[in-house]
């Protein structure tokens, strides 16, 4: 069950495709980034929060013929919360250019837009925009969350690239490296107090005797709180895709691999 949806009377593509977890066929509907293009959040999730993530379920839809490496493994963390601060931040670029996706015009009235900052359409998004616009801080919040599930020892960095806010490298023990690159993402605003976002990723792992490639989606639901205790919580899908190179790519057929469900409440 998601928590996200309790009473929701209309819901655009990424919602109804939360709401059919784990029966997803495909990768959600998106648009390209360029390298400069960061993900925009509402206003109300900047700041520094804890956060306690659990993984409340995993699915391998296209076992036993497709097991992704790892996956069994995961189990030992389904139910079992961790705990890890994140940060959100507020940079002010004027000129910097951004994407909403929602391709059903009916939402528009709570502030959906696409194109760039410089012509906001919603008081939310102009409030953003002469505020400064909220972004992850990716590198802080990688590193923290990779050493909360896999320990100090097991993470030597994970550093952004400078100029592109999409790419991140993580530097791991024994000459290994993760780099991701978002490649596409969309977004949703049903209300002002709720916000879907969704990126693609390209992740690429290197090792002295290994190169391994894949495709990873994160789609997140967040709903701000008015109640004491967490002041946001959410639901986020991790879904694992296979790349062209891998021999079962076709056999995949753009199907998810390996489905990964989670819980975050995100406390000041």
Known sequence: MFIFWSGEAKAGVLAERLAQFPQWNSKP????????????YPDW?????NVTSTLVDLVAPLAPDIVTPGFENNRRYLNEPITFPVRFQVVNQNDFKFSIFNPKSSLAKVGIVTGTAKTPTSRKIQNLKLQGSVVADRAFNGLNIATAVLGSSAILSVKTDPHNPNRQ????????????????????????????????SQQIFRSPTQLYLNQVETTTAYRKLQASGAAIEADQITAVYLSPQDPNYFAAAERPVALYHYRLEFFP
């Open 29 to 40: 509907p998106t648009q390209k980034v360029a390298p400069a293009e960061d993900l925009i």
């Open 169 to 200: 490298i993580t530097l791991l023990p024994g000459e290994r490296q993760l780099v991701s690159i978002v490649t596409s993402r969309a977004t949703e605003i049903p209300n002002p107090d709720k916000f879907i976002s969704t990126e693609v």
């Open 45 to 49: 999730i900047a700041g520094t929060w």
